[in-house]
C-alpha cells in the first residue's frame, strides 16, 4: 500500500538526485556531443534515463545480490564514484574519457551522463531513508528538467555563459562532494 506523498522526502531525494545528475553542469558536455553529432534526442533520452532509474530503484538490490554484492559496498564504492565526480565538477578536470558518440540519445546521455553509477548508487541509497512513492515522484521531476536542459541547452548557454555555467557546475560539485563523504560515513562497518 502506498504511503502518503511527503513533500519534504520529495524535496530532498529530489535535491540529492539534481545534484548527483548535475544536467546543469553537464551543459558544456551537451553542448559539444550536439557540435559534434548535430541534433541532441531529448524525448527518447529523457525516457531511457527515467526508465533505467525507476528499473534499478526496484531491482536494483536485486541485482547486487545475484552477483554477490552487499548494497553497503555498492554504496561505499559509489561515494568514490561520486567523490570523482564532484573533483571534475570542482576542478574542472576529467578523470573519465569516453570515445566520442555517433549519436546523441541512449547513450552517452541517458547513460551513463543522466543514468549513471553515481545515479544508481545514489538510488539504492536514497531507498533506506525514504519512501519509494517519493523517490519515483522525485525522478520524475528530474527527468522533466533533464527534458527541459537538454531541449534548451542552447539557449540556456546564451544566457548563463561560461562563467554561469562554471559557478553552478562548481558550486553542485561541492554539494556532490558533501554527499559522497555522508555516503561514505554512512555505510563504513
Not at 565538477?89 to 547513460?111: H, R, T, W
Not at 555516503?183 to 562497518?189: P, V
Request: hydrophobic fraction near 60%.
Amino acid at each position: 500500500m502506498f504511503k502518503v506523498l511527503d513533500l519534504k522526502q520529495i524535496f530532498t531525494a529530489g535535491m540529492i538526485l539534481f545534484a548527483v545528475i548535475d544536467i546543469v553542469g553537464s551543459i558544456p558536455i551537451i553542448i559539444d556531443l550536439r557540435k559534434k553529432v548535430g541534433h541532441i534526442q531529448s524525448e527518447k533520452a529523457s525516457i531511457v534515463a527515467g526508465c533505467l532509474m525507476v528499473i534499478f530503484l526496484f531491482l536494483g538490490k536485486e541485482i547486487l545480490n545475484l552477483i554477490g554484492i552487499d548494497v553497503n559496498s555498492f554504496a561505499v564504492a559509489g561515494s568514490f564514484i561520486l567523490f570523482f565526480l564532484a573533483l571534475e565538477m570542482i576542478l574542472g578536470i576529467s578523470l573519465y574519457k569516453d570515445d566520442a558518440p555517433e549519436s546523441a540519445s541512449i547513450v552517452p546521455l541517458a547513460f551513463p551522463l543522466v543514468a549513471g553509477a553515481g545515479t544508481m548508487t545514489t538510488l539504492v541509497s536514497l531507498q533506506a531513508e525514504y519512501e519509494t512513492i517519493n523517490i519515483i515522484v522525485a525522478i520524475i521531476f528530474n527527468i522533466i528538467f533533464v527534458y527541459l536542459v537538454l531541449k534548451s541547452s542552447g539557449r540556456i548557454e546564451k544566457i548563463l555563459g561560461s562563467q554561469g555555467i562554471n559557478v553552478i557546475r562548481k558550486v553542485f560539485g561541492v554539494i556532490l562532494l558533501a554527499i559522497a563523504v555522508k555516503l561514505f560515513a554512512a555505510n563504513i562497518q
